[in-house]
C-alpha cells in the first residue's frame, strides 16, 4: 500500500532515543518518552494560499526533522506505527553533525 499526505502534511516515521543517559544510566521502556525526530517518509504537495496559489513544502523525504511533543497524529499504515504532522509543526530540520541533547 502506498500513501500520499495531502496539502501540507508530512509522514513521519519515529527515530527512537538512546537507552542510555550520559552518565551510562539505562532507561527502561516503561519511563522512556515518546521521542520528537522522526525520519520524512513522504510529503504532500504543499498549502496554498489565499488566491490558490501552490506554496511548496521545504522539508523533503528522508530529512531528519524534530516536532512537538504533542504534534500530529499517530496512524498504523502496512503494521508500522507513523505520525502525520502537519508542516507547521515540524520545529527544524536536523542535519547529521547536530548533536541534540533533551534539558534535564
Known amino acids: 500500500m502506498t500513501f500520499r499526505p495531502l496539502h501540507d502534511r508530512v509522514v513521519v516515521r519515529r527515530i527512537e532515543a538512546d537507552e542510555k543517559t ?58 508500522e506505527d507513523l505520525l502525520i504532522i502537519k508542516e507547521s509543526d515540524i520545529l527544524g530540520v536536523i542535519d547529521e553533525t547536530t548533536k541534540i541533547r533533551k534539558a534535564a
Open 22 to 79: 550520559a552518565s551510562g544510566i539505562i532507561i527502561p521502556d516503561t519511563a522512556k518518552e515518546k521521542p520528537s525526530q522522526g525520519e520524512v517518509i513522504a510529503v504532500g504537495p504543499g498549502g496554498r494560499d489565499e488566491s490558490g496559489k501552490l506554496i511548496p513544502i521545504d522539508i523533503k523525504t528522508g530529512d531528519r526533522v524534530l516536532f512537538g511533543k504533542w504534534s500530529g497524529t499517530e496512524v498504523k499504515i502496512d503494521g
